[in-house]
C-alpha cells in the first residue's frame, strides 16, 4: 500500500487529479487495516505484554512507537480533511494532499523499520512462550473481532486493484 500511496502522491505532484474514491478506499484502509488491526495488536497487547516482562530496553523504542502512532492517526484524519477540501472545490488541496501522502509513507516506513529492528526480534527472543502463546490468541481475537469476517478479502482485493492502477 505505501508503494501504492508514493505512486499516487507523484502524479498529484505532476499535477494529475488524484482519483478521489481511490485515496478515500486508501484511507479506509488506513483506518481499518492499520490502525485498528495493527496498531491495535501492538497497543493492546504486543506493549504492555513487553512492560509485563519487565524488558526496560525496549520501554524508549516503545514510547517512540506509540507516538508514531499518534501521529499516524493525525495524518490520516489530514488526509480526510484534504479530500474534502478536494470535493468542495479548492483545488490548491491536490498539492497539500500529494505532501500529506508522501509524509505518510515516510512516517510508516521509518517506524516498520524501527519495529522491525528494535521491538519485534527482541520480542521474539525474550518473552516467556506463555506470553508469546497468549499474544497469539489475542491477535486472532482482534482479528475477528475488530476487522471482523470479510474485511482482510476486500481490502487484498483493493490492493491487487490499486497495484494495477498506479504501479503497472
Ligand atoms: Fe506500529
Redo the contacts with the bound molecule.
Sequence with gaps: MLDIMDAMAAAAQRGERPSIDDILQTIEFLRVFVDKC??TK?EQLLFPAIRTAGMLAVEEVIVS?LA??AQGRGSVSRLATLVQRLLDGDESANSALADAVSGYTRLLRE??AR?ESDCFDVADRELPPNAQEELVEGYERIEREVVGGGVHESFHALLDRLSEAYLS
Excluded: A, Q, Y
Design positions: 495493527h496498531h501492538e512507537l508514531d502512532h517506524h516498520i519495529e
